[in-house]
T-cell receptor, first 110, second 112 residues
Framework: GENVEQHPSTLSVQEGDSAVIKCTYS??????FPWYKQELGKGPQLIID?????GEKKDQRIAVTLNKTAKHFSLHITETQPEDSAVYFC?????????FGTGTRLLVSP | DGGITQSPKYLFRKEGQNVTLSCEQN?????MYWYRQDPGQGLRLIYY???????QKGDIAEGYSVSREKKESFPLTVTSAQKNPTAFYLC???????????FGDGTRLSIL
């Protein structure tokens, strides 16, 4: 089955700094790569996703980059704000299912 | 508003009892999923269904059961055979052959 690793497990930054979270996966057939944000007591919310026919996608302060050869993709958040503090999950697809990483707790200090 | 509704938000179970968690969606999605989340961990797949009257086991199906009699509904029963049921349970759905997958806001189950 798909093996997904996500790093770092925790990340503390100052407001305005950039944050990068990396996800590696093992299924070479994966073709869909989402990132979810989960706030305390809530369900995960999709913040950005990318498909295997592109290498980068950007949405305002958030971007995702994909390296299919190396089997990893990364979440980039620029100009971080306190409201970005949450747990972030990568979840590459394997067959008809998403396989979730173990999460990264991001803390943005004012 | 379209979305996924999970109820109740909090649920308490006595030892030896079965409990059923509700998940309803009005997104006209064919596929529905149940996940379990333990503190500080990722999501693990319990069961999923890609069409009415059909469902498949996920990675941790033991001690759980599901039904899919209607497109909109995918209830999860936590049986007394599940020895460690305390967790946060999340329901999700998506359109057939399409991503992304959307989540409800979860049910937190605790043992009394």
């Amino acid at each position: 089955g798909e093996n997904v690793e996500q790093h770092p497990s925790t990340l503390s930054v100052q407001e305005g700094d950039s944050a990068v979270i990396k996800c590696t996966y093992s299924d070479s057939a994966s073709n869909y790569f989402p990132w979810y944000k989960q706030e305390l007591g809530k369900g995960p919310q999709l913040i950005i996703d990318i498909r295997s026919n592109v290498g980068e996608k950007k949405d305002q302060r958030i971007a995702v980059t994909l390296n299919k050869t190396a089997k990893h993709f990364s979440l980039h958040i620029t100009e971080t704000q306190p409201e970005d503090s949450a747990v972030y999950f990568c979840a590459p697809v394997s067959g008809e299912k998403l396989v979730f990483g173990t999460g990264t707790r991001l803390l943005v200090s004012p | 508003d379209g979305g996924i509704t999970q109820s109740p938000k909090y649920l308490f179970r006595k030892e030896g009892q079965n409990v059923t968690l509700s998940c309803e969606q009005n997104l006209n999605h064919d596929a529905m999923y149940w996940y379990r989340q333990d503190p500080g961990q990722g999501l693990r797949l319990i069961y999923y269904s890609q069409i009415v009257n059909d469902f498949q086991k996920g990675d941790i199906a033991e001690g759980y059961s599901v039904s899919r009699e209607k497109k909109e509904s995918f209830p999860l029963t936590v049986t007394s055979a599940q020895k460690n049921p305390t967790a946060f349970y999340l329901c999700a759905s998506r359109g057939t052959g399409s991503w992304p997958q959307h989540f409800g806001d979860g049910t937190r189950l605790s043992i009394l």
